[in-house]
């Protein structure tokens, strides 16, 4: 089995930043792929930012040139760097680990963006 624990959501005002952080423990498939989802209240799940295990990033449209996904794979942690954020950025961030075809998800952490 495999855990993931995320931290750094909160509330923070337009055009604000956030640091997101995701550490994997357990039986973790050396080769992976790590990376940030989200869900807004009447959306449907939607990829904000992956990247692989040799450190190619993969962003969703709505992010690019604003996010930049990094990981640390001695630490088995995922951080998602969140710029110039706006309202529509609203939502639960998930992360994901997905290794040896399957694939594993975070409890999830608020991210508000409100003035």
């Known amino acids: 089995q495999v855990q993931l624990v995320e931290s750094g959501g909160g509330l923070v005002q337009p055009g604000g930043s956030l640091r997101l952080s995701c550490t994997a423990s357990g039986s973790i498939f050396s080769i992976n792929t790590m990376g940030w989802y989200r869900q807004a209240p009447g959306k449907e799940r939607e990829l904000v930012a992956r990247i692989t295990w040799g450190g190619i990033p993969d962003y969703g449209d709505s992010v690019k040139g604003r996010f930049t996904i990094s990981r640390d794979n001695a630490k088995n942690t995922v951080y998602l760097q969140m710029n110039s954020l706006k309202p529509e950025d609203t939502a639960v961030y998930y992360c994901?680990?997905?290794?040896?075809?399957?694939?594993?998800w975070g409890q999830g952490t608020q991210v508000t963006v409100s003035s």
């Open positions: 994901n680990l997905f290794g040896s075809s399957s694939d594993y």
